[in-house]
């Protein structure tokens, strides 16, 4: 599976903007899809994730209430929804797939990963 994430940018704090990663290869729609973000000179993190059908999402703490996934399994495609950004939102954001469960929230457990796109939160 490749992975291609697209949508990150520059915007002020309480912002909003909307991360797209487009899978293509084996069977895109076979895997869940998550997003990851990592702060310059810290560790790749979970930010959110979907199950295979769309159905089940799950959110860290840290971006619940502000960040939406949605996966539309016609395009092969996920899409992170963030609204009211705060400084600390500030990362590269990843997208990656698994064909684990959906649920899970450590890096190690993504199979494949996208390039990442690098969102920068101003005051």
């Known amino acids: 599976v490749q992975l291609q994430a697209s949508g990150g940018g520059l915007v002020q704090a309480g912002g909003s903007l909307r991360l797209s990663c487009a899978a293509s290869g084996h069977t895109p729609s076979g895997f869940a899809l998550g997003w990851f973000r990592q702060a310059q000179g810290g560790e790749r993190k979970f930010v959110s994730s979907?199950?295979?059908?769309?159905?089940?999402?799950y959110y860290a703490d840290s971006v619940k209430d502000r960040f939406t996934i949605s996966k539309d399994n016609v395009k092969n495609t996920v899409y992170l929804q963030m609204n009211n950004l705060k400084l600390e939102d500030t990362a590269v954001y990843y997208c990656?797939?698994?064909?684990?469960?959906?649920?899970?929230?450590?890096?190690?457990?993504?199979?494949?990963w996208g390039q990442g796109t690098l969102v920068t939160v101003s005051s």
């Open positions: 990656a797939a698994t064909n684990g469960l959906s649920s899970m929230r450590e890096p190690d457990m993504y199979d494949f």
């Open positions: 979907v199950s295979r059908d769309g159905r089940f999402t």
